[in-house]
């Protein structure tokens, strides 16, 4: 499914990208030990690192130099994290289970759950200020904090939650997917393209990439969520359903959902032609990403 | 009690400081509106807007623009409010009441409260990343994530936590106080001189001065909490022998931690000595956090 070229991508940039988590996160020890124990338990969970890999991704498309796109691409690898310990709290999604393994709040009580992710959404803009990056932190502080808060990723959660039980819309299931998904995955680009200090028009064209993958992404899983069992999908499924949640296949059916999934690969693939071959890996990534099995 | 000048500071101060946060905050609107409404009813809930005062107090020391000193005042308040509502959630101090109104959790629901947080705690970055301060956003972002996270703030919420019920010991005390309380009282100073552009040894001394004022807030916060009543303090009293917190006069007992705040008072007064008579707004402050009633 996954190209040769592509895998072997993923695999190096995500073998990077944990060295430089290794390096960001806090030794655990002293009084306050258990919130650096939580924060590395799910960082390093076996995640995919798809997003660090968008950063890395983008950078190369801009020629940028590795060594400045680590920091954002650990940066929005600690936001992700955060958002999925805060979404699997009881008070939220109430799911105990994460790529295969228990929740954060499962492993470590809920009171500490919530201050790992507080710390790692800290960790996340204290990263951009650090050296290499702290000449460009106020762009990359402000887009991570733009894709990540209230008019981005925490907007679409909030919506998620408080439309829950109510008709499942069209404009309803685009509002969520577009703020909780899509809105961190075009940061993840829009970060890599700034790091290697790219023209505004091409931030532009890869954040409007990132938004359209991020879209077709959520879909995806959205679908998965109907189609697979919890082995296959390392967290429990059905819950979007029996949560009454607003998804693609409640508003459209699944066939119909994985239709306009591919749509949004095909429209998010025009925005890449002026990059001729050298973004084929991001066009690996984007026919995988609703591809993919889990 | 509060020195006539020192009111009218904080009067003025605390105008400025609100202003600038209402046009910092999200207008509210649109399907995520919840999480709007809920950031600014803890931010307009009365606090004493004693943080951003600190960030204007040492601004205007080292000969800072306000200008430049009201978004990391902003960024101060706004975290201090998300950790009090994260700390007020059921799973952490579970308390009903702050600042006599209820909780946010109790107003918006927990997963809208911690949304707030999160929300809260991400745009108190994106203030220090936009003009006018995006030429000192490296400085100032570090600053605050290093006072905010695993090895501040959050570091003493958590040992404050994983530490009730076990034996009140001096050393616990401290390394509670000092990071619960005083690492985000000495950001407060540090990122007040700093967007002065004031010499690091005056960053060091300013900061040096907010740790001691904060671990003497923290030992009178103890006891009125041990010597009120809810009407008094606007929260729910004796929580912390009821939560088998460790505590200052868990300790020490309560006229002794009276003692001692007093004498951390006259230490954090020693550091203010080079400043002169422009510093005796902070020493009025200083006398203030002890002798304060709530």
Same mark, same amino acid.
């Given at each position: 499914m996954m190209p040769e070229r592509l895998a072997a991508y993923l695999a190096e940039s995500g073998r990077a990208v944990d060295a430089a988590l290794e390096r960001c996160l806090p030794a655990p020890g002293g009084p306050a030990r258990r919130l650096a124990d939580a924060m590395r338990y799910s960082v390093f969970a &076996? &995640?995919?690192r798809l997003r660090p890999a968008l950063v890395l991704l983008a950078s190369d498309l801009c020629h940028g130099a590795r060594e400045l796109a680590l920091p954002p691409a650990c940066a929005i690898e600690l936001v992700h994290t955060y958002s999925l310990i805060h979404d699997d709290l009881p008070a939220m999604d !109430? !799911?105990?289970?994460?790529r295969g393994r228990p929740s954060c709040h499962k492993a470590f009580g809920e009171a500490t759950a919530i201050l790992a992710g507080d710390a790692l959404l800290t960790l996340a803009f204290d990263v951009l200020a650090q050296p290499p990056c702290e000449q460009r932190a106020a762009a990359l502080v402000a887009e991570l904090a733009r894709g990540a808060g209230v008019g981005g990723m925490l907007a679409g959660q909030q919506a998620d939650m408080d439309l829950a039980g109510e008709e499942a819309t069209a404009e309803r299931v685009e509002f969520i997917h577009r703020h909780k998904t899509a809105a961190l995955m075009a940061t993840a680009l829009r970060l890599g393209a700034r790091a290697a200090d790219a023209a505004e028009e091409t931030v532009a064209r890869l954040g409007r990439f990132g938004e359209l993958l991020g879209v077709a992404f959520q879909i995806a899983d959205d679908a998965l969520d109907v189609e697979c069992t919890s082995e296959q999908l390392g967290k429990t499924p059905g819950k979007d359903v029996t949560g009454g949640k607003i998804t693609y296949p409640a508003v459209f059916g699944l066939a119909e959902s994985r239709r306009r999934a591919s749509a949004l690969v095909e429209q998010a693939l025009a925005e890449l032609a $002026?990059?001729? $071959? $050298?973004a084929d890996l991001l066009r690996d990534l984007a026919h995988y990403v609703v591809a993919r099995k889990r």
């Open positions: &076996g &995640g995919k !109430d !799911d105990d289970l994460r $002026p990059f001729g $071959p $050298p």
